[in-house]
């Protein structure tokens, strides 16, 4: 079982709709985080909150729009998606951002979504 | 620039048999190293880590890895496998001053288990 939980686990979407997935942990991590993983490749660093503010964002399109309503809480809108962004989404947080590898990533289980 | 390398895309292994993942790393600094393991349609777990002191690392699921530096290496080993153990295997490094954000993944080793 996985501390760092996502909904949905599935989403299937139209290029014009808008949708979000969300993501929460309930282990005090005050950083969290967005991967994106195509299908037989490693994750994907999409954006960074720290203390739940954006710190890093790795030059994503605009389509992509990240939340942190609160320490626990992670959301990733999604609008005017192509079918080149289906993809597994990972969320993950870590204890502390800027500690390097004192501050390991917990991943959740993922959002497959396709974009048709 | 930093960068983690699996050489191998698949390794396949028989059930019982011992199993060696090989991941090279190419660091200014000794890096924060570690090993995921991602099962089909799930997330990452992680396996183990090395920040410094001993060179080899005790897991979860009976895994090893040793970390050597003269052969910038870390490589993650397992002395009888299970057919459980099928899954994508990934390595990953960060700067030893540098935060999660700055991981680094291997291209991942896809471990089958043969009966």
């Known amino acids: 079982d996985t501390e760092v939980t996502q909904t949905p686990k599935h989403l299937v979407m139209g290029m014009t709709n808008k949708k979000s997935l969300k993501c929460e942990q309930h282990?005090?991590?005050?950083?969290m985080y967005w991967y994106k993983q195509k299908a037989k490749k490693p994750p994907e660093l999409m954006f960074v909150?720290?203390?739940?503010?954006?710190?890093i964002n790795e030059s994503v399109p605009s389509r992509f729009s990240p939340e942190c309503p609160n320490s626990s809480l992670l959301n990733l809108h999604l609008h005017a998606l192509q079918p080149e962004d289906s993809a597994l989404y990972l969320c993950?947080?870590?204890?502390?951002?800027?500690?390097?590898?004192?501050?390991?990533?917990?991943f959740g289980n993922g959002t497959r979504l396709t974009v048709t | 620039a930093q960068s983690v390398t699996q050489p191998d895309i698949h390794i396949t292994v028989s059930e019982g048999a011992s199993l060696e993942l090989r991941c090279n790393y190419s660091?200014?600094?000794?890096?924060?190293l570690f090993w995921y393991v991602q099962s089909p349609g799930q997330g990452l777990q992680l396996l183990l880590k090395y920040f410094s002191g001993d060179t080899l690392v005790q897991g979860i699921k009976g895994f090893e890895a040793e970390f050597k530096r003269s052969q910038s290496s870390f490589n993650l080993r397992k002395p009888s496998v299970h057919w459980s153990d099928a899954a994508e295997y990934f390595c990953?490094?960060?700067?030893?001053?540098?935060?999660?954000?700055?991981?680094?993944f291997g291209k991942g080793t896809h471990l089958i288990i043969q009966p």
């Open positions: 282990m005090g991590h005050r950083a």
């Open positions: 990953a490094g960060a700067y030893s001053g540098g935060g999660a954000d700055g991981l680094t």
């Open positions: 660091y200014g600094a000794t890096p924060y």
């Open positions: 909150y720290s203390y739940e503010k954006l710190s």
């Open positions: 993950a947080s870590s204890p502390q951002p800027g500690q390097g590898g004192n501050s390991p990533l917990h």
